[in-house]
């Protein structure tokens, strides 16, 4: 069954730690390798974009798994008490480089000719990036309601 301890005991630098094995033996796979990396900074930015969701929630904030990712990205643009004493913009312009990335991996399928739309990083940067947001972004207790959400949509 999919809803074991394990799943209940997630925690986004599991995703991370994901990406990162997968990244560091490209050569142990025999499929395209596209559909590889692709995969890593989808893992890569997800392990960020739930730590810092984590500590939003901490903070009060109340997500319905709808449109979270607008709703992160709102709140750390907006909310100036959360900019100033639990977001620096290094955190923000990173999760906001990783989310960039990510959309476009899973979305476009064609690198642009001028290359200025795909990744901003070379994937090691991108994974140190993930890595960096959820060593420094603190969360008390890590929820498991998206869990209900999984139910609710079986």
Not at 2 to 25: S, V
Request: hydrophobic fraction near 40%.
């Amino acid at each position: 069954m999919l809803f074991n301890e394990d799943f209940e005991n997630f925690k986004p630098i599991f995703y991370y730690d994901f990406a990162k094995q997968i990244h560091d033996n490209l050569d142990k796979f025999s499929c395209d390798n596209s559909a590889i990396l692709r995969s890593v900074i989808s893992r890569a930015y997800y392990a960020a974009f739930l730590q810092v969701k984590a500590r939003l929630e901490d903070e009060g904030y109340v997500f319905s798994g709808y449109e979270d990712h607008s709703k992160v990205k709102n709140i750390l643009i907006h909310d100036k008490p959360i900019q100033t004493e639990l977001f620096n913009k290094d955190i923000q312009s990173r999760l906001f480089d990783l989310q960039k990335n990510r959309i476009y991996c899973d979305y476009k399928f064609q690198i642009p000719e001028d290359n200025e739309k795909w990744a901003t990083q070379d994937i090691s940067t991108l994974l140190y990036f993930s890595k960096w947001i959820v060593q420094n972004v603190e969360v008390k207790s890590f929820s498991i309601s998206f869990i209900f959400l999984f139910y609710a949509l079986s």
